[in-house]
């Protein structure tokens, strides 16, 4: 177990519609990440918020959108869904200082987009 | 930009036994990390290793350890006394300091009892 959580776990949509991921970081941790994972493929960075702010960005459209809170958990949402959306979401979280800030997941959210 | 590259899409290893994954990485950065995250079918990622490109010494956990080559850019991922809980895909991962990770493509590694 890492701490972090995600929600839900599995979700349904429709192409066109919005979709909301949510993440609560691990405690202490003060750095989150969302990446998509395609079945079959390595993870591909979103982006990254650090304070509340964006940090780092992947290659991904604007409909794709975060939020980091005060207490650290983040929401990824997502605009206008594509079929081609239909991936794991993974969030992981750090804590980011002067020392080596590793990554731990969370379980992820399977979305499957019809 | 950075480039991970796992060659072995998929590997085998009796119980007991030791088997070798290989990770080749592009950078001309001198200051990262190399990472070994393990994705068993429940799909949760875990961190199996972690070396730093400026330590000289490979890291070590338990029955993992790592051969890395930092002027080869290549950093193995060595499993002693294989077990049924290892079977999982294998993802190799880079990343700069405070930067995401790039991942490669996933080794899937089987344990044959």
């Known amino acids: 177990e890492t701490g972090v959580t995600q929600s839900p776990t599995h979700l349904i949509k429709t192409r066109g519609q919005q979709v909301t991921l949510r993440c609560s970081s691990q405690?202490?941790?003060?750095?989150v990440s969302w990446y998509q994972q395609a079945l079959g493929q390595g993870p591909q960075f979103i982006f990254q918020?650090?304070?509340?702010?964006?940090?780092g960005r992947g290659n991904f459209p604007p409909r794709f959108s975060g939020l980091q809170f005060p207490n650290y958990s983040s929401e990824l949402n997502v605009n206008a869904l594509e079929l081609d959306d239909s991936a794991l979401y993974l969030c992981?979280?750090?804590?980011?200082?002067?020392?080596?800030?590793?990554?731990?997941f969370g379980p992820g959210t399977r979305l499957t987009v019809l | 930009a950075q480039t991970v590259t796992q060659s072995q899409p998929e590997m085998s290893v009796q119980e007991a036994e030791t088997v070798t994954l290989s990770c080749t990485y592009d950078?001309?950065?001198?200051?990262?990390?190399l990472f070994w995250y393990k994705q068993p079918p429940s799909r949760q990622m875990i961190l199996v290793i972690r070396?730093?490109?400026?330590?000289?010494q490979n890291a070590t956990e338990n029955r993992f350890s790592v051969n890395f080559q930092k002027a080869a850019k290549s950093f193995s991922l060595k499993i002693s006394d294989s077990q049924l809980g290892d079977a999982a895909m294998y993802f190799c991962?880079?990343?700069?300091?405070?930067?995401?990770?790039?991942f490669g493509e996933g080794t899937q590694l089987t344990v044959n009892p």
């Open positions: 992981a979280s750090s804590f980011t200082s002067g020392a080596t800030d590793t990554q731990y």
């Open positions: 950078t001309s950065e001198s200051d990262y990390y």
């Open positions: 918020y650090y304070r509340e702010e964006e940090n």
């Open positions: 405690s202490g941790h003060n750095t």
């Open positions: 070396q730093e490109a400026y330590k000289q």
């Open positions: 991962a880079y990343r700069r300091r405070r930067s995401r990770l790039t």
